[in-house]
C-alpha cells in the first residue's frame, strides 16, 4: 500500500524531506531551497541525509542533468537506508528531476516503485503502481518480439516514414547510419554519443503509439491473459521493447487513451 500527498499539502515536521540536489551542493532552487530553509539541508552536502531531509543528486558539479541511470543508482541507495528506518521514518518524497532536471514523471517514478515508507506525489501514482508490468524475458508474460506478437517488434513496426524502430534506434538514435536502414551496424554496440538510451528508445515507441492506438490496446487485453506482463525474450538491457510498450500503455492509460477496462486477474 503506498501513500499521496497532493500538490498543495506541505511535509510534516515528522517525515525525511527527500529532494533533488546536485554534485556541486548548492541548494540555491526549488525544492533543494525549500529543504535548506525548513528541513536542515546543509550546503556542501551533495547526497544523503542532511538536517531533516535527503538529498538526491540529478544534477552534476556543472549543474548539467544527470542520467537516469546515474540518478537510480543514488535512488538504489536512498532505498535500502529507507527500508532500514522502515519502522522509524517517513519519506515525504519530491518530484525529484521532474522540475530543474528536466524529467518526465514517467522515467523517475518507477524507480521509487519498490520502496513503500514513502509518501509520494499523488502525479506519481499510476508510475509507483503500474496496470502492466514487464519481463526480460521469460514463459510468464505475453511475448512482444518476432518470438510472438511481430506487430510489436522493433524490427516491424514502422515509423511514420517507412523504416522500423530498430532502424531508427541503431541508425539514427545510436548514430550508426543516419538516415539510412542498416540497423546491424549498430547492433550490440555502445552509441557513438552520450544518450539515455531508453528515453529515446521509448520516444521512438511513443510515436508509433500514438498512431497505432488501436494495437496499442489490443495489447493491453491481450495481456490480461498473463497477468497484465509483456516480455521480450531477446532483451539483454533495460532498454528493450517490453519495457518501452508497458511505459507507453501506462502512459495511455493516465492520459485515458486506452478504453479498455482491466479485468481482475484471479
Not at 76 to 101: H, N
Not at 196 to 218: C, H, M, P, Q
Not at 222 to 229: I, K, P
Amino acid at each position: 500500500m503506498f501513500n499521496y500527498y497532493e500538490p498543495t499539502e506541505e511535509c510534516p515536521e515528522d517525515c525525511i524531506f527527500v529532494f533533488g540536489s546536485n554534485l556541486r551542493g548548492i541548494h540555491g532552487a526549488g525544492a533543494a531551497y525549500w529543504a535548506h530553509m525548513h528541513k536542515g539541508a546543509a550546503y556542501g552536502i551533495t547526497r544523503g541525509p542532511t538536517g531533516s531531509s535527503y538529498a538526491v543528486p540529478t544534477k552534476d558539479e556543472n549543474l548539467n542533468t544527470r542520467l537516469i541511470d546515474e540518478i537510480k543508482e543514488d535512488i538504489d541507495i536512498f532505498a535500502k537506508e529507507a527500508f532500514s528506518d522502515v519502522l522509524e521514518k517517513q519519506f515525504w518524497v519530491t518530484p525529484i528531476g521532474c522540475g530543474l532536471a528536466g524529467y518526465a514523471d514517467w522515467e523517475i517514478a518507477p524507480l521509487f516503485r519498490d520502496i513503500s515508507n514513502c509518501i509520494f506525489p499523488s502525479q506519481w501514482a499510476g508510475w509507483i503502481e503500474p496496470k502492466i508490468q514487464y519481463l526480460k524475458h521469460g514463459m510468464e508474460g505475453y511475448e512482444c518480439s518476432s518470438l510472438g506478437d511481430k506487430r510489436f517488434s522493433a524490427l516491424y513496426a514502422r515509423m511514420p516514414d517507412g523504416r522500423s524502430i530498430e532502424m531508427h534506434y541503431q541508425c539514427d538514435v545510436k548514430g550508426y547510419d543516419p538516415g539510412g536502414t542498416n540497423w546491424k551496424w549498430g547492433k550490440g554496440k555502445k552509441p557513438r554519443r552520450k544518450i539515455d538510451s531508453f528515453k529515446e528508445y521509448y520516444r521512438l515507441w511513443k510515436t508509433w503509439g500514438e498512431s497505432n492506438i488501436n494495437a496499442v490496446s489490443e495489447l493491453y487485453e491481450a495481456s490480461a491473459a498473463f497477468n497484465y506482463t509483456l516480455c521480450d525474450s531477446y532483451a539483454t538491457s533495460g532498454t528493450n521493447q517490453a519495457r518501452a510498450l508497458v511505459a507507453l500503455i501506462n502512459h495511455l492509460l493516465i492520459e485515458g487513451k486506452l478504453n479498455h477496462q482491466r479485468k481482475e486477474v484471479k
